[in-house]
């Protein structure tokens, strides 16, 4: 085959030969295709009972039309023979497992039995993982993952990748004069990434996707300060030295506590969500003092600054391993998402970016779980192409309740 378009023509022409939908047309393209040789001993080893006995067991578990419309109906065929509504008689049941065993046979799609459930359109999106760019202040830089590696090693210094955690060890009474000057690191978490660094008073931090921190090597002066885009999880080491991290157009302020700050470019709000201790959030002349369980919010377009009180475990549920959700919104929802499965969302109906989502789901677990909880529970649908959602109005089939749990 020349093309995967071309492959998927001729796999939808053998289901329709097969299952009597055909045309004429249709039923002449395929005679033509199978006279070639190779092609007919392709369709004869996918044809045979053998074969189509092997692979029904495992198609009987799917959901035919979502296997249907995922693998051949994807191409753009605008007939109305094409099957649109669940009608898998005996006879078409065999055919579709020719025609898909036909996509494999030319490697065109191995993902229709690679699951039992037949979910197979959003494979391309996987899980993050641990993984993080250190840059030195002299420019130099080192791709972190999850094996252990070591960084940096001098007198007073030590600075190694273990576990996923990049730990700073110094011992000041053996750092020498140049050692004692205010070096600055940088830390970028990518897009489908996550990573811990533990400073070096003993600071820890959990970065989420999309993340960049930048902090000295050692902290000099009167204060400990660190600058941060994105979204991370503190835990400030006690000291008599204030820790203060920057973030746009707000300064957190602490001493030894912890918090979660999200502070990401495209996002309107910076969120900061006290767990322990007390955190003051400042905004020029502006300040707030926060109280475990409470949540400081600055709208950068308002340039409004308040404070609520939430459920902590919501925002600090990514650093442990979920994504938790309590009437949120769509988009907000899939913001997080795509940072995460590094997917980019276009919505079709922007009414839909409002709908809100109470859920709980393990970030190790195919997109497909979320998806296919939305689209159980609401009108909304998605499509994938390439490395794009895009999130579209389907008709409902019967009357669903205002609110939308999904777990």
Do not use: C
């Not at 093309?3 to 001729?10: D, G, L, T």
């Not at 030195?136 to 940096?152: A, C, I, R, T």
């Not at 970016?353 to 998806?371: L, M, P, Q, S, V």
């Amino acid at each position: 085959m020349k093309n995967s378009k071309q492959s998927f023509k001729v796999a939808l022409n053998i289901f329709k030969s097969i299952s009597g939908l055909g045309s004429e047309r249709e039923k002449d393209e395929f005679n033509e295709w199978v006279k070639n040789p190779a092609n007919k001993k392709l369709f004869g080893e996918i044809s045979s009972k053998e074969s189509v006995r092997n692979k029904m067991e495992l198609y009987d578990t799917a959901d035919k039309d979502a296997v249907w419309s995922k693998t051949i109906g994807r191409i753009t065929v605008s007939d109305s023979t094409v099957p649109q509504k669940t009608f898998w008689t005996g006879l078409r049941k065999i055919a579709a497992v020719v025609a898909i065993g036909l996509l494999v046979g030319l490697g065109v799609s191995t993902l229709v039995f690679l699951n039992d459930d037949g979910k197979t359109e959003f494979a391309q999106f996987v899980p993050g993982t641990r993984k993080a760019i250190l840059i030195m202040e002299d420019g130099k830089q080192f791709n972190l993952n999850s094996n252990e590696q070591e960084v940096l090693a001098s007198n007073g210094f030590k600075v190694k990748s273990v576990q996923s955690v990049l730990d700073y060890f110094v011992d000041e009474s053996e750092l020498e004069e140049d050692g004692k000057e205010t070096k600055m690191h940088t830390l970028i978490v990518p897009i489908g990434g996550e990573y811990t660094v533990s400073l070096s008073d003993g600071t820890k931090v959990w970065m989420n996707s999309a993340s960049t921190l930048r902090y000295p090597m050692v902290f000099t002066g009167d204060s400990r300060e660190v600058e941060l885009i994105g979204e991370a999880y503190f835990e400030v080491a006690k000291d008599q030295k204030e820790f203060r991290i920057r973030s746009g157009e707000v300064a957190v302020k602490v001493l030894g506590t912890s918090f979660n700050l999200r502070s990401y470019p495209d996002d309107d709000v910076i969120a900061t969500t006290l767990v322990t201790g007390k955190v003051n959030m400042a905004v020029g002349d502006e300040q707030l003092d926060l109280t475990p369980g409470t949540q400081g919010n600055y709208h950068k377009v308002k340039k409004t600054f308040n404070v609520r009180k939430v459920h902590v475990k919501e925002s600090i549920a990514w650093k442990n391993g979920m994504f938790y959700f309590e009437e949120v919104a769509l988009e907000e929802i899939l913001k997080q998402y795509g940072r995460w499965y590094d997917l980019k969302v276009v919505f079709e109906d922007n009414a839909l970016k409002a709908k809100r989502f109470t859920g709980i789901f393990k970030k190790d677990e195919t997109i497909e779980e979320f998806f296919e909880m939305v689209k159980e529970t609401s009108d909304i649908t998605f499509e994938a192409r390439e490395d794009t959602v895009f999130i579209k109005n389907q008709k409902e089939t019967s009357a669903k309740p205002n609110r939308k749990y999904l777990k």
